[in-house]
């Protein structure tokens, strides 16, 4: 069983950054593919970044909406995976939750197994 823990939210001024991060613990990290996905108030959980590997290499997706501003990556030694984003826009305010599974590594929120409990960024115009 992996547990995931997020942290780094908080409010921000648009345009201004922020680093999330998701600490693991359970399995080895090094194996899983890592999302973040986001939900508002009034909508479905969407989407944001995903990093996966087939063992060696590492490779990341990003949301059209966020693309450019956001960048996701991993610290396999902390057992971490992080998400910088820059350029924020009041329309990026939502809880964030990070996301992790051994095999599967799409775009849809019921592919992953492990979910941290989220954390609230807000974004001010």
């Known amino acids: 069983q992996v547990q995931l823990v997020e942290s780094g939210g908080g409010l921000v001024q648009a345009g201004g950054s922020l680093r999330l991060s998701c600490a693991a613990s359970g399995r080895t990290f090094s194996r899983y593919n890592m999302g973040w996905f986001r939900q508002a108030p009034g909508k479905e959980r969407e989407f944001v970044a995903r990093t996966w590997t087939g063992g060696i290499t590492y490779y990341a997706d990003y949301a059209d909406s966020v693309k450019g501003r956001f960048t996701i990556s991993r610290d396999n030694a902390k057992n971490t995976v992080y998400l910088q984003m820059n350029s924020l826009k009041p329309e990026d305010t939502a809880v964030y939750y990070c996301?992790?599974?051994?095999?599967?590594?799409?775009?849809?929120?019921?592919?992953?197994?492990?979910w941290g409990q989220g954390t609230q960024v807000t974004v001010s115009s």
């Open positions: 996301a992790a599974d051994p095999i599967r590594f799409g775009v849809q929120a019921d592919m992953y197994d492990y």
